[in-house]
C-alpha cells in the first residue's frame, strides 16, 4: 500500500484539547498515521499521560522533530500566545478543545454565554487567527473545529452550546474562502453522542447506564468512539481530503429523532 | 445474520481486524480495504475508473462495471493487486434490466459498492422531453437503486458493508439547464437515508452519498465541448477544479471502517464551491 493518501507522515499537527476524549485519541492517531503532534490541553498531568500514549504509538521519526506538549489555558492570551511560539510550523491544526454547557435559555446568563462562547468559538477563532498572523501554518494546511449535531439539530437545554457550534460551521465557510490562495483548507466535523467518561458527567451510575442505553438505542450505528472522530480528522487532515474545504461532515450513527 | 451465506465469515474477519486496528504485517491504518469487495459502477472512466483504481491500491478487491467493454478493460488492467486478488470487469448496461440482472447476479457477495455510472445531458426547462427525463432518471436514479434492491434481495451486501453513491453539487444548488440531472442526482439523498435506516440497526450496512462538484473528467470534457461551456465556473470553486482522486479518496473514507459510524450522510467534495450557495 505504497503511497497511502491518507498518511500523515511528514506533517506536523496541533492537536487542543488533547488532555482527554476526542482530543486525546485524534493525537494519539495522527502520531499512528505518521505525524509529529503538537498537544495542548490546561491539565498538565493529563497532558503528560496523552504524551506517554504518543510515545508508545509513534516515537517519532528520526532526525525529525519529536513530539511536543504545551500547557495552555486558550482563554488566556499570553498562554496561547505562547502555544503559538513553541508549536512553529504545522501543517494542520484540530481544534478539540471545548466544553458541555448544560442550561435551558431560561435559566442562562452572562457569565454562562460568555464561558461556553468563549471556550467552543472565541478560544478556537482566535487561535486560528494568531496561526495565520504567524504563519506557522504552512501552504495546503487544515484546519479542523470540532462542531456537533447539535448545531443542525435542535435538543433540549443545550441552545448556548448549539449556537457556539453554529458559529464555528458559518465561520469555516469565510475561513476556506480567505484562506483558498494558500490551499489552506477549513473544515468541521459535526458529531452525535461520542462515548466518553464525561458523556454522564453528574448522572449517579444507575441514571447514567439507563439514559447511556436509551441514547445507544436511537442511533442505528449505536454511539460514537473517539476512534471515530479521530479517523475523521485524518482524513480532513491529510492529503486525501485536499479538494475539501468549508464543508462539515456529519457523523452521527443515523439517528433520525 | 442475514447477510447470505458467506457474509457472516466475511464480517467477522473485518470486525477482528478493525479491533486490531492493523492488518498483520500492515502498518496501522483505518482506511484500508484489505480483505474487502468493492463493486465499482461507472469503472470505464472518469471517477468511476479511479475509484475503481484507488480501492485496489487500498488492498480491496475490485468488480468494476462499465458499458464500454474496451475501456472496463483498460481500468482493469490498471487495478493493482491483480495476480494476488483476482479483480474482476462485468461489462454490462445497467439501463437495460439483463445489463442490471447480470451485475447483481455476478457480483458475488460485496463489503462496499460505490456508484459512479451517470450522465449528463444540459437542457433548459423549455427544451425537456419525457424521453430525455426518462433516460436521465433512468441512468442516475433507476439503475443504482434497483442495483441496491438487487443486491439486497439476493443476500449479496455482506453486514457491516458500506454503500457510497456519487450525485453532485447541483443536486443541492440547482444550476442553469442542470435541472432533470439536479432532480435524478438529488432524489438519491432521501432515498438513501431511508435504505439506511432500514439496513442500519441489524445488519449495519451503511449508505452515504458524495456530492462531487466540477471535477476533470472525459464528462467535464464532453459538457465543454457543447454549446454551453461550463469552463467559467470551475473558478467559483475556492480550490478551482477537482481530479477524480479526490472523489476516489473520499469514496475510500466512506468505504473503510474509519467512517463506521458515518451514514445517511452526504459529503461535499467540491473544493468549496458550495460555501457561497445558501443550502
Known amino acids: 500500500m505504497a503511497g497511502n493518501p491518507f498518511s500523515l507522515a511528514g506533517k506536523t499537527i496541533l492537536v487542543t484539547g488533547a488532555s482527554s476524549g476526542l482530543g486525546r485519541q485524534t493525537a494519539v492517531s495522527c502520531a499512528r498515521m505518521g505525524a509529529t503532534v503538537v498537544l495542548s490541553a490546561r491539565d498538565e498531568q493529563r497532558l503528560s499521560q496523552t504524551m506517554d500514549m504518543l510515545r508508545q504509538a509513534h516515537p517519532g521519526v528520526a532526525g525529525e522533530a519529536p513530539?511536543?506538549?504545551?500547557?495552555?489555558?486558550?482563554?488566556?492570551?499570553?498562554?496561547?500566545?505562547?502555544?503559538?511560539?513553541?508549536?512553529?510550523?504545522?501543517?494542520?491544526?484540530?481544534?478539540?478543545?471545548g466544553i458541555r454547557g448544560l442550561a435551558p435559555i431560561?435559566?442562562?446568563?452572562?457569565?454562562?454565554?460568555?464561558?461556553?462562547?468563549?471556550?467552543?468559538?472565541?478560544?478556537?477563532?482566535?487561535?486560528?487567527?494568531?496561526?495565520l498572523m504567524k504563519n506557522a501554518l504552512r501552504d495546503g494546511g487544515s484546519i479542523v473545529f470540532m462542531a456537533s449535531t447539535a448545531a443542525h439539530r435542535g435538543v433540549h437545554g443545550v441552545g448556548i452550546y448549539s449556537a457556539s457550534k453554529a458559529a464555528l460551521?458559518?465561520?469555516?465557510?469565510?475561513?476556506?474562502?480567505?484562506?483558498?490562495?494558500?490551499?489552506?483548507?477549513?473544515?468541521?466535523?459535526?458529531?452525535?453522542l461520542v462515548e466518553t467518561p464525561l458523556l454522564t458527567y453528574g448522572l449517579t451510575e444507575e441514571e447514567g447506564k439507563a439514559w447511556l442505553q436509551e441514547q445507544r438505542d436511537k442511533h442505528p450505528l449505536g454511539l460514537g468512539t473517539p476512534d471515530d472522530v479521530a479517523n475523521a480528522a485524518i482524513y480532513l487532515l491529510s492529503g486525501a481530503s485536499r479538494w475539501v474545504t468549508g464543508t462539515t461532515i456529519l457523523m452521527d450513527g443515523g439517528i433520525t429523532f | 445474520?442475514?447477510?447470505?451465506?458467506?457474509?457472516?465469515?466475511?464480517?467477522?474477519?473485518?470486525?477482528?481486524?478493525?479491533?486490531?486496528?492493523?492488518?498483520?504485517?500492515?502498518?496501522?491504518?483505518?482506511?484500508?480495504?484489505?480483505?474487502?469487495?468493492?463493486?465499482?459502477?461507472?469503472?470505464?472512466?472518469?471517477?468511476?475508473?479511479?475509484?475503481?483504481?484507488?480501492?485496489?491500491?487500498?488492498?480491496?478487491?475490485?468488480?468494476?462495471?462499465?458499458?464500454?467493454?474496451?475501456?472496463?478493460?483498460?481500468?482493469?488492467?490498471?487495478?493493482?493487486?491483480q495476480d494476488q486478488r483476482g479483480h474482476r470487469g462485468i461489462a454490462a448496461?445497467?439501463?437495460?434490466?439483463?445489463?442490471l440482472a447480470r451485475v447483481a447476479e455476478e457480483a458475488g457477495v460485496i463489503d462496499g459498492l460505490v456508484n459512479c455510472a451517470g450522465i449528463t445531458v444540459m437542457a433548459p426547462f423549455r427544451m425537456?422531453?419525457?424521453?430525455?427525463?426518462?433516460?436521465?432518471?433512468?441512468?442516475?436514479?433507476d439503475a443504482p437503486i434497483l442495483l441496491t434492491q438487487k443486491l439486497l434481495a439476493g443476500k449479496r451486501i455482506a453486514n457491516g458493508a458500506s454503500l457510497v453513491y456519487v450525485t453532485s453539487t447541483t443536486a443541492h444548488i440547482g444550476t442553469f439547464a442542470t435541472g432533470i440531472?439536479?432532480?435524478?442526482k438529488g432524489a438519491l439523498i432521501p432515498a438513501l437515508r431511508a435504505l439506511a435506516l432500514e439496513v442500519g440497526a441489524k445488519q449495519k450496512i451503511r449508505a452515504n452519498c458524495i456530492s462531487p462538484g466540477y471535477v476533470q473528467t472525459p464528462m467535464l470534457d464532453a459538457l465543454n465541448a457543447g454549446t454551453a461551456s461550463i469552463e467559467a465556473n470551475y473558478d467559483l470553486a475556492p480550490l478551482g477544479l477537482g481530479q477524480p482522486e479526490d472523489v476516489a479518496?473520499?469514496?475510500?473514507?466512506?468505504?473503510?471502517?474509519?467512517?463506521?459510524?458515518?451514514?445517511?450522510?452526504?459529503?461535499?467534495?467540491?473544493?468549496?464551491?458550495?460555501?457561497?450557495?445558501?443550502?
Not at chain 2, 480491496?60 to 472496463?72: E, H, M, N
Not at chain 2, 475510500?252 to 450557495?277: E, K, N, P, Y
Open chain 1, 169 to 192: 460551521i458559518a465561520a469555516v465557510r469565510c475561513l476556506a474562502l480567505e484562506q483558498a490562495k494558500r490551499r489552506i483548507r477549513a473544515n468541521c466535523l459535526s458529531a452525535d
Open chain 1, 67 to 97: 513530539h511536543k506538549s504545551v500547557r495552555a489555558d486558550l482563554n488566556v492570551a499570553e498562554d496561547m500566545h505562547a502555544l503559538v511560539e513553541q508549536a512553529g510550523k504545522i501543517d494542520g491544526v484540530f481544534h478539540g478543545a
Open chain 1, 106 to 131: 431560561k435559566m442562562i446568563s452572562r457569565k454562562f454565554l460568555d464561558e461556553v462562547m468563549g471556550t467552543n468559538f472565541h478560544a478556537p477563532m482566535l487561535l486560528t487567527q494568531r496561526l
Open chain 2, 93 to 99: 448496461d445497467m439501463a437495460e434490466s439483463d445489463g
Open chain 2, 1 to 81: 445474520m442475514s447477510g447470505g451465506p458467506f457474509a457472516a465469515d466475511h464480517n467477522d474477519e473485518r470486525r477482528a481486524r478493525a479491533a486490531n486496528g492493523t492488518v498483520s504485517g500492515e502498518p496501522f491504518n483505518p482506511f484500508s480495504l484489505a480483505g474487502r469487495t468493492v463493486l465499482v459502477t461507472g469503472a470505464s472512466s472518469g471517477i468511476g475508473r479511479q475509484t475503481a483504481i484507488t480501492c485496489a491500491a487500498m488492498g480491496a478487491t475490485v468488480v468494476a462495471t462499465g458499458r464500454d467493454a474496451a475501456r472496463l478493460a483498460e481500468t482493469c488492467a490498471a487495478l493493482e493487486g
Open chain 2, 128 to 141: 425537456t422531453s419525457e424521453k430525455y427525463i426518462r433516460r436521465i432518471h433512468g441512468i442516475n436514479f
Open chain 2, 249 to 279: 479518496n473520499a469514496a475510500v473514507f466512506l468505504l473503510s471502517d474509519a467512517s463506521r459510524w458515518i451514514t445517511r450522510s452526504t459529503l461535499m467534495v467540491d473544493g468549496g464551491l458550495t460555501v457561497h450557495v445558501s443550502l
Open chain 2, 181 to 184: 440531472y439536479a432532480a435524478s
